[in-house]
């Protein structure tokens, strides 16, 4: 099973989640989850040990803050992840106190400090098993510096396309490698 991590402000309806479910079909879930880090992380976590539980191999896809979960999880859980475009230090990059709007469907919420704090206990400073790990990274990303998630995962398979944006808008082209990656052995 996949499990597929929207980004801040986001949510499991975006458009690259019904990419996925539309590639992936029932081998993906594609959870809304809390602007809470705390309660995404529990969110995450529930699903995965639900999965686990059941004995069904589990990969996950993480975009952006996704990514950044999606580290923190598969350190935990020793499972295969791919991250779009992540983010490696969203306690700084993303550090936007105050409201916020949902990008999919323009609600808002308030971003206070002590999400930040959440955010920074969630960092894994050194990675038991960076062979589980394919980046997918864009150059021209506006919103992070492609060069972090290089330097924190230089032993991942590392895919560095140039141009592109944030969005990643041609993720679709990847499902074959994402899909071969996760399925994998280790």
Same mark, same amino acid.
């Given at each position: 099973?996949?499990?597929?991590?929207?980004?801040?402000?986001?949510?499991?309806?975006?458009?690259?989640?019904?990419?996925?479910?539309?590639?992936?079909?029932?081998?993906?879930?594609?959870?809304?989850?809390?602007?809470?880090?705390?309660?995404?992380?529990?969110?995450?976590?529930?699903?995965?040990?639900?999965?686990?539980?059941?004995?069904?191999?589990?990969?996950?896809?993480?975009?952006?803050?996704?990514?950044?979960? *999606?580290?923190?999880?598969?350190?935990?859980?020793?499972? #295969? *992840?791919?991250?779009?475009?992540? *983010?490696?230090?969203?306690?700084?990059?993303?550090? #936007?106190?105050?409201?916020?709007?949902?990008?999919?469907?323009?609600?808002?919420?308030?971003?206070?400090?002590?999400?930040?704090?959440?955010?920074?206990?969630?960092?894994?400073?050194?990675?038991?098993?960076?062979?589980?790990?394919?980046?997918?990274?864009?150059?021209?990303?506006?919103?992070?510096?492609?060069?972090?998630?290089?330097?924190?995962?230089?032993?991942?398979?590392?895919?560095?396309?140039?141009?592109?944006?944030?969005?990643?808008?041609?993720?679709?082209?990847?499902?074959? #490698?994402?899909?071969?990656?996760?399925?994998?052995?280790?």
């Amino acid at each position: 099973m996949i499990i597929y991590i929207h980004g801040f402000g986001s949510n499991g309806h975006s458009g690259k989640a019904t990419l996925f479910r539309e590639y992936f079909e029932d081998e993906v879930v594609t959870p809304s989850l809390s602007y809470v880090p705390n309660l995404a992380i529990d969110t995450l976590e529930q699903i995965i040990e639900i999965f686990l539980q059941r004995d069904e191999k589990v990969g996950l896809v993480g975009s952006s803050l996704g990514g950044y979960y *999606a580290i923190y999880l598969a350190n935990k859980y020793d499972l #295969k *992840a791919v991250l779009i475009n992540p *983010a490696i230090y969203p306690y700084k990059t993303l550090n #936007k106190i105050g409201m916020q709007m949902n990008y999919y469907d323009g609600s808002s919420f308030e971003v206070i400090e002590e999400h930040m704090n959440e955010l920074k206990a969630f960092e894994i400073e050194k990675l038991k098993n960076q062979e589980n790990f394919m980046v997918l990274l864009k150059t021209d990303d506006e919103i992070l510096d492609y060069n972090e998630a290089v330097e924190k995962l230089p032993q991942s398979e590392l895919i560095i396309e140039e141009g592109g944006n944030h969005s990643f808008e041609d993720i679709e082209s990847y499902f074959r #490698k994402i899909s071969v990656f996760l399925e994998s052995k280790e």
